[in-house]
């Protein structure tokens, strides 16, 4: 018994040393980026906000020296042998943001290259978070509000996927939470999403060496995920654009192991991987986005998301998620769905999402994890805004922009136009490496106060076929006209969840 309280004790005080450390070799400064707040009554303000790169991308070396704790997609056998052993050995350092990863920053606008040659080889993709000061994520809580920005997608091709979403971090990058975390959100620590990734190198303040696998030749996955509630405001290239709301069981970030990360089996963990999506391509018009379509991709435009709530209160539980768009001074509304069988809205509520799974044939996850309470209970604690550029080593983006699962029949199969064989890596790397997205304006506040434009009014057109009599019913949506407009020009040289498999 002395000797295992002993054990115990030497146990606990190695535990007590042990951190995520904060390196030296490299100054962490953090890209400027204006965005606004805005109101109804007295228009928007200017809030000096920046950015900072996730934690993930960044260099991870020996607290003593420049030797790396991470090469490839394998970590140090000496300074990595296990995960306690490894938090205290390695270090995160700072970030050059434009020459290394190809960020940039221009006023209220927000540059992310795909791929970026460097000293080192090369960097593929990126994720940042907005802060609202050096050590501190801006926390968003937009229920009754309206969530807005422009963006330029016209650089990004099938394979590709820009991506805007709310996760539910903890502000400071879990530093309080967990002391082994030195570094926190001056680093971009603390990331989760509702696929509840395990490529993340760190969670909670831990290494995730032990069980590690590679994935691909810079990156692979741990024993431990990372899972949050996740809102995908926008994920999209210039083919297909999705908005999918993901509930989880928890609160905040939360450690997973096994079946609770949703592996093996998909849908065995704590939270929802598919979402209720509503991408217009997928719900029947094909002709609504895309180049040349009704909200033209080969230039910039507006993307307006508002969260409407059953009191009309921002204490109100969470009913309906708005989509509309806004492009040469002209306010689009959303698609409508075309689908037989499911409501011909243009937005997505319980009644819109009950109705797709079913005729889709999707598993009911979304509504297994709570819908739409779960994920407006999580808005009202507030989520940290993700901005990122992405490609995807799991299954190419298909799900995005192409004919997915590639067995699938009946409705809800076709995402998009690109072809089968697209959005492979290795492919996409080469061919796309001069992509890039421009994210700008974002502007957050009261219902109709972050946008502008004249009223358009758009038909779209549903044909059902039964027993070999085809009928096609029309229905015409116009939007409304507001005269708001945000603080400050959007820039006139404006140049994601997330996902697994990261480079």
């Known amino acids: 018994m002395l000797k295992s309280a002993t054990l115990l004790t030497l146990s606990a005080l190695l535990a007590g040393v042990s951190a995520q450390n904060v390196g ?5 400064t953090h890209p400027a980026l204006t965005w606004y707040k805005c109101t109804t009554s007295g228009g928007c303000a200017a809030q000096a906000g920046k950015v900072v790169l996730d934690a993930n991308w960044r260099w991870l070396h020996s607290t003593t020296s420049s030797t790396n704790c991470y090469t490839g997609n394998t970590w140090s056998t000496s300074l990595c042998p296990d995960n306690d052993t490894c938090t205290s050995n390695c270090a995160l350092d700072g970030a050059d943001y434009s020459g290394t990863y190809g960020v940039t920053t221009s006023g209220n606008a927000l540059t992310l290259k795909f791929v970026t040659p460097n000293s080192s080889g090369k960097n593929v993709g990126s994720r940042l978070y907005l802060m609202k000061d050096d050590t501190t994520y801006e926390l968003f809580k937009p229920l009754n509000q309206e969530f807005t920005f422009d963006v330029d997608v016209s650089q990004l091709p099938c394979g590709l996927n820009g991506a805007v979403y709310f996760s539910e971090m903890e502000a400071d990058g879990g530093m309080s939470a967990h002391p082994t975390n030195k570094a926190g959100a001056k680093y971009g620590t603390g990331y ?3 696929q509840c990734p395990r490529d993340l190198k760190f969670i ?29 405001i926008w994920e999209a290239n210039s083919i297909s654009a999705a908005y999918t709301p993901h509930p989880c069981d928890p609160v905040g970030p939360y450690k997973c192991t096994g079946d609770e990360c949703g592996q093996p089996s998909r849908y065995s963990g704590v939270c929802d991987p598919d979402g209720c999506d509503f991408n217009a391509y997928r719900q029947g018009d094909h002709d609504f986005y895309g180049p040349g379509k009704t909200v033209d991709t080969t230039s910039k435009f507006t993307i307006v998301t508002q969260f409407i709530t059953d009191s009309g209160t921002a204490t109100g539980n969470l009913v309906e998620i ?7 001074g002209v306010v689009i509304a959303n698609a409508v769905n075309q689908i037989p069988g499911i409501p011909a809205v243009n937005s997505i509520t319980d009644d819109y999402c009950d109705a797709q799974k079913s005729v889709f044939g999707d598993t009911t996850s979304f509504q297994n994890h709570g819908g739409l309470t779960v994920m407006g209970e999580s808005l009202k604690r507030g989520g940290v805004l993700v901005l990122s550029i992405w490609d995807d080593y799991a299954v190419n983006m298909l799900w995005l922009n192409s004919y997915y699962p590639p067995d699938c029949t009946g409705y809800g199969c076709e995402r998009g136009t690109c072809p089968a064989d697209s959005g492979v890596p290795s492919d996409v790397e080469v061919s796309a ?20 434009g004249s ?5 779209s057109s549903r044909t059902s076929t039964t027993g070999g009599t085809a009928s096609t019913t029309s229905r015409t949506s ?13 820039q006139t040289h404006w140049g994601q969840c997330g996902g697994q498999g990261y480079t």
Do not use: F, K
Not at 24 to 28: G, I, K, N, R
């Open 455 to 459: 009223s358009s009014t758009t038909t």
């Open 204 to 232: 909670a303040g831990q290494a995730n060496a032990e069980g590690w696998t590679g994935t691909s030749t810079n990156s692979g996955v741990g024993n431990y995920g990372s899972c949050c509630n996740e809102m995908d």
């Open 478 to 490: 116009t939007t409304t006209t507001t005269t708001t407009t945000a603080g400050g020009a959007t």
């Open 433 to 452: 490496a001069s992509a890039t997205v421009t994210y700008s304006n974002i502007r957050v506040g009261d219902i109709g106060s972050t946008y502008s």
């Open 322 to 328: 708005r989509r509309l768009y806004v492009q040469n």
């Open 24 to 28: 030296t070799y490299t100054a962490e």
């Open 192 to 194: 989760c999403d509702s």
